[in-house]
């Protein structure tokens, strides 16, 4: 069975900094791309940040809206992917999500990923 567990979220001023994380089982965790969303209340799922890693080769891309604040990084041993999230802005706010989709390509499309995690809510007070 597969599971997406996020954790992380929560409430936290603008200019502050919060770290996510997406424990993953029941897959093959290097031979997936895995995929950060985001949905704030009224507006459809967005891309946030995507990488894929396999033994000789990695991508990762970002939302032109987060590049330069919110790094993406995976370990593999924990089968955990982060999103450390900085200089925060009350426009981040929303429910975050951890995705996966089979294979070697990002993509910024929430209906091609496979599986889902339940979501963490952030929210960034101005």
């Known amino acids: 069975q597969v599971q997406l567990v996020e954790s992380g979220g929560g409430l936290v001023q603008a200019g502050g900094s919060l770290r996510l994380s997406c424990v993953v089982t029941g897959l093959a965790f290097d031979t997936y791309t895995m995929g950060w969303f985001r949905q704030a209340p009224g507006k459809e799922r967005e891309f946030v940040a995507g990488?894929?890693?396999?033994?000789?080769?990695?991508?990762?891309h970002y939302a032109d809206s987060v590049k330069d604040r919110f790094t993406l990084s995976r370990d593999a041993a924990k089968r955990t992917m982060y999103l450390q999230m900085n200089s925060l802005k009350p426009e981040d706010t929303a429910d975050y999500f951890c995705?996966?989709?089979?294979?070697?390509?990002?993509?910024?499309?929430?209906?091609?990923?496979?599986?889902w995690g339940q979501g963490t809510q952030v929210t960034v007070s101005s």
């Open positions: 990488t894929w890693s396999s033994w000789s080769a990695g991508d990762t």
């Open positions: 995705a996966a989709i089979k294979g070697y390509r990002i993509s910024r499309q929430f209906r091609e990923y496979d599986y």
